[in-house]
Structure formats: C-alpha cells, structure tokens
C-alpha cells in the first residue's frame, strides 16, 4: 500500500555485443576451468593465463609462472575487497569442496563424485575400470557407412559424412558448408565453425561384419574393435569392458545447490504482468548496483543473461561459461535487489556458447537443470534466447521444447505457476520462418507460454538505417512494425487468444543507442516511440539490450558498457526513464471495507484512526487529503509506508497489520494544525472517496491533566492567584483553556464563576472581582488567574478546563488541575 499523504491544501544481444569479454570480479575461491577468471587474492586482482584447477592458488603464482596460469593484474581497491571478499590463504580458497579427478581405469561405486572436464560428476551406479566416460555417449556405436557430404542436406549436431576419404562430424547445424574446407574446419571445437575433421574413413567388408566376434562382458576391447551385440555390428570408439551396446551412461552432472537460495534471497511479489526488465549481461566487471537502481531510478526488475552450458559437450550450466550457477559471488546483488522489493528472470541462450539443449542430449538431464535453475534461483519468470545458428537447431529446439514442458508439468503437479518467455530475433516484417518453427513447435508440444519477447534491433536491412536522423524514428518505426507483424503471426499459432491475451503476451527489446549492424542507431526518440505503442497494447515486456549500456560513451562506438550516445544525446538512464514507468499490474485492487473510525486523544495530538481490510491496502493505493481553510501549500508528494514517514512536520500515517485480515490505520496530527470543522478525505486509486470525516471541537481539544507541571496558589494585597505550569504543546493546540473558581455559600448553593479563558495565544478576561494573565516560566507556560480573598473562604475550589468555548455556559471536556482551599492557604491575607 502507499499512502499519499497531500496536507495543508484544499484538496540480440548477448553475442554481438560481447565480443571481447569483460570479467566479472569476485574472490578467489578455488575457481576451475578456462575462464577467464579475474578474483581478489590477498588485496590483489589475479587473471588467468590459460585453464586454471581448483588446487591452483594465486598466492603461489610468482614462484611458478611455469606451471600455475594466476598473473597480478593490479591491487584491490578498498570498496572491491568489501564488497567481494579478500581470501588471504590457499588453505581455505573460500571453502570450495574438491573431488578426485575421474581416472578410467578404476573402478566406481554408486554415487561416487568426480571431476571430469572441468565439471563435477555423480555416478547412479557402481561402474568397473573401463566403463563409461562422464558425460561421454555409450562407447559403442553402431557401425554404418559414412554418407557422402551433399551441398543440400541439412546436417546437425553429431551427424557424420566423408568426403574424399576423409570422416567429418558436424559440430553444429549446418548446410552447405564444405567439410574439407579448411575454412569450415574446427578440429578442437573453439572456433566456431560447422566440421570437426576425424581422420580417414573405416569401411568394412561384407565378410568382417558378419564374421565380428559377439560381444563379451568380460573382455577388454581396444578402441576401434568391431564386434556383433543382438545381429547388429558396432564399433567401439574407446578402450571398453562390461559395457553393452544397449547401456546409458550413469554419470550425470553433479551441482552442489546447498547454500544457493540464503545468496539469491527471495522476491517479496509476483512477477508483473506488465514490466521493463532490462538485460544485464551478467558477466561483466561493470556490473551496476541493482537495489540502487530500483530505489533511485525506479528499475526494479531485470532480465540476468546469459545461462549457458560450459561448452559445447558438458551439460552444465554457468553465467557466460566462466562463472559457477550455484555460487556465484554476484548474487549478493540479485539478494539486495529482492530485499528493495524488485526481482529478476534468468535468460537462459544467447548468440554465443552453447544453449543447455544443445549440450544436453538428455531431455531428462535438461528438464532437471531448468527446473534446479527455477527452484534454487527462487525465480518466478524463466526467459530462453534462442538466436544466431541456434534458432535454426531443430534438435536443440526439439529438446528444449520437450524439457521446458516436462518441467510445466512438475510445477503443475506442484502447484506451481512459473512464467516461461521465449526470446526470438525479428525483422520489421516479423519473425523469420525459423523463429515460427520455434513458436509451432513449441505449441505442438503443448508448452504453455506467458510470452514472445522479440530483439527489435540488428535489423541488417537498408529500411532500418537511422545514423544521423535522430528524431526521425526511423529504428522505433522498425521496432512498432515488427510488433504489428509479430501480432498477426501470434494471432494465427495462437488461435485461442484475445487480441489483448496477444498484446499481454508480446515483448519487445531494442538495443539502446548503436546496434552492431552499421548505420543502425536507437535514439531516445525511438524509446518513446516504442513506449507509447507498448503503452497502447498493454504489451507484456518492454526489455533493452542493456542496462550497462544506458549511459553515454564514445561517440558512435558500440560496446557493452555504454550506448555510443553523447551526453546531450543520452545522459546516463535516460532510456530507462522512458521505459520504468511501464512496469504495472493488472490485479485487481480489494474493495476497501473501512470501520471504526475514532479520534483518539490520549497523547497531545489528536490522531484519526480506522480500521481497513488488509487486502485492499496491500493491493492498493490510498491519498489522504486535510482540508484547512484559508491554507494553500504545495502538495507533500513523499509516499508514506508500513510504520515509516516522510520529512514533512505535518501529519504521520502508521499502519499495524492486526493479523485478523484487518488493519489499523492512524492518521497523527501535530497540535494544533488540525481545528474544528476541518475535512479529512481518503481516497483510492481511481479517485473515489473511501472515507470522510469532519473533526469536531472535542476531537481537537487533547488537553489532559498529564500536560500540567505544577500548580500553585498565593496571596498578595488581598488577592490570591492560581497558576498553573503547563506544556507549550498544550498552550499552541487549538482548545479553549478556562479558569473557573467554586464557592458554596451557608446552605450549600455552589457557584461556578469564569474569570478567563486562553485560546491559542490570547486571554480573554471576565472581571466580576477576578483577572487571568500569562506568562512564561521557565520552559513552560504559566496562566493565572487572580481572585479577592473576600470572595473566598476554605473548602472553595479554584480550577482550569479544557471546554468547548470561552462563555460562562461553555461545556466542560477535562479538569485539567484543581486545588481546595484551605484557610492556611488563605490566612495570610486575613
């Protein structure tokens, strides 16, 4: 809930864009692999020179350059070591646990643990010396000729042809890539072409296939021996025993997820239906503060890129190939964030590495990492990127589209509702036909999805070029015109849908300032082209390639870490100042139910409480409106929270959940800035009045006998006086303060007489043989009033009230302080 408080008045990313990649830091904990790595040793910053082990410690690095891959960079700064930690010896290397390294000559039991290729693996069952390989397929393959390569046909992961004599297998999809080529060769899998070169081909005769021997457990068989299993030829591709043909491998990747959820913290609220969710590309160094810019810029949600496997054959996933998904040291940023009240979506893809259902030949397998990912993550959102050669991978896409829904059908199963987004490359006349098989076959597949996110950037046609006409919308005119084609398309795969269930489910990110393709920039113009026609449809995502990006830069450059966009051009979140506001929800606000309203006195400030349902203060927002004549101040626009307040002196909203589906709310005034006939209004959302009240007299008169010091009488020249010493607070506060002394004549009769009375800073006298005066007295306020001693006599009382008015027939509230004469009090004047 906010409560407004308004007184005194009267009512595409990923791939292209991180080409060169910048490093994430963190502390050394025992990090493993390729990299690169940059941690904090020892108040020192550290890189990798080449793959680096866990047992490898930086503060050994100096006297082994030869065999330990740590080099100094440069001295920690002060903010870095207390913001990531500063391990300072190799004993603890920040508690990282290690595993033997997997040997294939031994032997295993079940569940052992192993390190493999950079990555931890679980057995399922005991495996003898020679068995299976972590992560690698059975070590017998069936024998069959090696095609010829045709310019024509489709090839995809681990399809094999030959050529001239030669064995290739793909390394991904591909068509029309000449194998022996040496331009489309990639013999160690890391430069990103299509034909991993595997020697001469091996053909066999008719006679020496049926003539094999048939398998034997117990045999160890050398690598490359054929035999016959249940009529069929194979051929074993490692050094093999007490493996069938038929078997499947037990190794599975191991992730140690202890600990995981505490570092991510969990999101206070549900995923809007409707939200600005930048990328962060999660992998930089330049990473920004998260749960500051949710408090200061209003950007509460984030989309966290990319998970990716660790490299083309590990089904493991990382952030990026270089950073662990279970222990990353940037989480504490995503914990800090949730704690500010935002949250993120995990993108899963990317133009660069390899997808998880590329890696991940084992639908299985990929259904248990998306699901881990979902639940140790506490996400509410998942996002996939599918571009560059990936979104025309139809076995990844298979895979993927199979995994996500199995993982559907578990959260179901468990009364789960986790929002599933697909990320798709677009051109101003919409999707491309790959992009549909994706949408197609995910619904054929029967995957559930909250939403089609589109890159509305890199374009590469001539229409979208816009350097140099910044305010002519040219890229926004793009991006609106894919959207309007990304309707229709959506429209005919999804039949089912409303115009606006199509609208709720379209996304759209641009790439914010220079895009990679030249002669493509996006201007602060196009951002509020895309917003207003996002605003128009109620769109379900308004995503921006990235937040690190929304600053200015080097003119005309396109990098991670800025826009390419000058300062006049873009200040510094001048793209997310477009698009924060979009972020909303279409829940339905509770119907405010309110009772019980009541003034409550007991301290000097009158406060207006009531009682609300707590369900419409949770979901709904609440303007509290004092009207007081003759005021006209501006409008206090701080919002008031749970039990908080804002700089303002004037008035103070509390609200206390009672635990009963209700709650208290109470609205405090400051003395007397409240008065007699004042209006308080409440007001929701839409500007309808939930509540009006008028405070009365009695409402505001808070005088009590608390707020008198002292008192006293004397007597002097005939005449005593009674003063009292009273609170300034009580002196300030609009009530009518009145002196009043009883005397009771022989039969009894009282008479009261009034003789003055205070109201705000001015005294009213009424004579008939008595006076009232103020005066200050040290720190207090001290009225008196005067009367002749021939008046009085012992057992007359002499009192101040608070009453409703200054005439003698003014109702009394509250006998602030009263004294009973005695004749020792007045023998002095006798």
């Given amino acids: 809930m906010k409560l407004n408080i308004f007184t005194k008045t009267i009512i595409g990313m990923g791939a292209l864009c991180a080409a060169a990649p910048v490093l994430a830091l963190e502390a050394w904990s025992g990090q493993e692999g390729t990299g690169p790595y940059e941690v904090i040793y020892d108040s020192g910053v550290y890189t990798n020179a080449w793959w680096v082990g866990a047992s490898d410690c930086p503060g050994n690095a100096s006297g082994d350059e030869a065999n330990n891959p740590w080099r100094f960079e440069r001295d920690a700064t002060a903010a870095e070591i207390a913001e990531y930690g500063n391990p300072t010896t190799c004993d603890t290397g920040g508690g990282t646990v290690t595993y033997p390294d997997y040997s294939s000559a031994n032997a295993y039991n079940a569940n052992d643990i192993v390190t493999y290729n950079g990555a931890t693996w679980q057995t399922s069952t005991a495996q003898s010396a020679y068995g299976f390989t972590p992560g690698a397929a059975n070590p017998w393959e069936m024998y069959a000729e090696v095609a010829q390569w045709s310019a024509t046909t489709t090839y995809n992961k681990g399809d094999k042809v030959q050529k001239d004599g030669q064995e290739y297998e793909a390394l991904f999809y591909t068509i029309g890539d000449d194998p022996s080529l040496e331009a489309n060769q990639n013999p160690s899998g890391t430069n990103g072409r299509p034909w991993k070169p595997l020697g001469a081909v091996v053909t066999y005769t008719t006679d020496q296939l049926n003539n094999a021997p048939e398998f034997n457990s117990s045999t160890l068989y050398e690598s490359g021996t054929l035999i016959r299993y249940n009529g069929e030829n194979?051929?074993?591709?490692?050094?093999?025993?007490?493996?069938?043909?038929?078997?499947?491998?037990?190794?599975?990747?191991?992730?140690?997820?202890?600990?995981?959820?505490?570092?991510?913290?969990?999101?206070?609220?549900?995923?809007?239906?409707?939200?600005?969710?930048?990328?962060?590309?999660?992998?930089?160094?330049?990473?920004?503060?998260?749960?500051s810019l949710a408090k200061n810029q209003n950007v509460t949600h984030f989309t966290m890129a990319f998970v990716v496997a660790k490299d083309a054959d590990t089904c493991l996933p990382t952030w990026g190939t270089a950073y662990n998904i279970n222990d990353y040291t940037q989480y504490s940023k995503i914990k800090a964030l949730r704690e500010a009240g935002g949250d993120v979506m995990v993108s899963i893809g990317g133009?660069?590495?390899?997808?998880?259902?590329?890696?991940?030949?084992?639908?299985?397998?990929?259904?248990?990492?998306?699901?881990?990912?979902?639940?140790?993550?506490?996400?509410?959102?998942?996002?996939?990127?599918?571009e560059g050669t990936w979104v025309a991978d139809h076995d990844s896409i298979n895979r993927r589209n199979e995994a996500v829904k199995a993982?559907?059908?578990?959260?179901?199963?468990?009364?789960?509702?986790?929002?599933?987004?697909?990320?798709?490359?677009i051109l101003p006349t919409g999707l491309t036909d790959d992009g549909l098989y994706v949408l197609n076959d995910a619904k054929a597949k029967g995957v559930n999805l909250a939403g089609v996110n589109v890159m509305a950037m890199d374009y590469g046609s001539s229409i979208c070029q816009?350097?140099?006409?910044?305010?002519?919308n040219i890229h926004g005119k793009c991006a609106t015109s894919a959207i309007e084609n990304l309707s229709s398309q959506l429209k005919q795969i999804f039949t089912d849908k409303s115009d606006d269930e199509i609208n709720a489910m379209m996304g759209v990110t641009p790439m914010n300032g220079y895009n990679d393709v030249q002669g493509e920039v996006f201007y602060l113009s196009d951002a509020n082209l895309v917003?207003?026609?996002?605003?128009?449809?109620?769109?379900?995502?308004?995503?921006?390639?990235?937040?690190?990006?929304?600053?200015?830069?080097?003119?005309?450059?396109?990098?991670?870490?800025?826009?390419?966009?000058?300062?006049?051009?873009?200040?510094?979140?001048?793209?997310?100042?477009?698009?924060?506001p979009f972020t909303h929800s279409d829940e339905t606000p509770a119907e405010t139910e309110i009772k019980d309203v009541n003034v409550d006195k007991s301290t000097n400030n009158p406060?207006?409480?009531?009682?609300?349902?707590?369900?419409?203060?949770e979901s709904g927002e609440y303007t509290v409106t004092l009207q007081h004549d003759g005021w006209n101040r501006d409008a206090v626009g701080e919002p008031y929270y749970f039990g908080q307040y804002g700089n303002d002196k004037v008035a103070r909203v509390y609200v206390t959940d009672l635990g009963n589906g209700y709650s208290n709310v109470k609205?405090?005034?400051?003395?007397?800035?409240?008065t007699e006939g004042h209006v308080?209004?409440?007001?929701?959302?839409?500007?309808?009045?939930?509540?009006?009240?008028?405070?009365?007299?009695?409402?505001?008169?808070?005088?009590?006998?608390?707020?008198?010091?002292?008192s006293e009488t004397s007597v002097k020249n005939g005449s005593l006086t009674y003063t009292i010493n009273a609170s300034t607070s009580m002196m300030i506060a609009y009530e009518y303060v009145n002196f009043y002394y009883d005397s009771t004549d022989a039969k009894g009769k009282t008479t009261t007489t009034l003789c003055g009375s205070w109201f705000q800073g001015m005294i009213k006298n009424f004579g008939k043989g008595c006076s009232t005066v103020m005066n200050p007295h040290q720190g207090y306020w001290s009225p008196s009033e005067t009367i002749s001693v021939n008046k009085l006599k012992a057992g007359d009382k002499v009192y101040a009230a608070t009453a409703d008015g200054s005439s003698e027939s003014a109702k009394i509230f509250t006998v602030l302080d009263s004294i009973t004469l005695t004749d020792e009090m007045l023998k002095a004047s006798r």
């Fill in 531 to 580: 917003m207003d026609d996002a605003k128009d449809r109620d769109m379900g995502m308004i995503g921006m390639w990235s937040m690190m990006r929304d600053q200015p830069g080097v003119a005309g450059q396109v990098s991670p870490e800025h826009s390419g966009l000058t300062e006049s051009q873009a200040p510094q979140y001048a793209f997310s100042e477009v698009f924060a």
């Fill in 351 to 386: 133009a660069n590495n390899s997808p998880l259902a590329a890696a991940c030949t084992d639908v299985s397998q990929l259904q248990q990492h998306y699901y881990d990912i979902v639940e140790n993550l506490n996400l509410n959102v998942l996002d996939f990127d599918i």
């Fill in 667 to 674: 609205l405090q005034m400051l003395t007397g800035e409240v």
């Fill in 466 to 472: 816009s350097e140099g006409t910044e305010g002519q």
């Fill in 234 to 291: 194979y051929v074993s591709q490692a050094k093999v025993q007490k493996v069938t043909p038929a078997d499947t491998n037990p190794w599975k990747i191991y992730i140690d997820w202890s600990g995981t959820k505490a570092m991510v913290g969990t999101p206070s609220s549900a995923w809007p239906a409707h939200v600005y969710a930048p990328y962060v590309d999660y992998t930089l160094n330049s990473l920004p503060d998260l749960a």
């Fill in 607 to 617: 406060e207006l409480n009531w009682t609300q349902n707590t369900a419409s203060i």
């Fill in 407 to 425: 993982a559907q059908d578990q959260w179901k199963a468990e009364g789960r509702s986790v929002g599933i987004w697909y990320t798709l490359p």
């Fill in 680 to 710: 308080v209004q409440v007001k929701d959302a839409n500007g309808t009045v939930v509540l009006t009240y008028q405070y009365t007299l009695e409402d505001v008169t808070t005088g009590s006998p608390s707020q008198i010091a002292s």
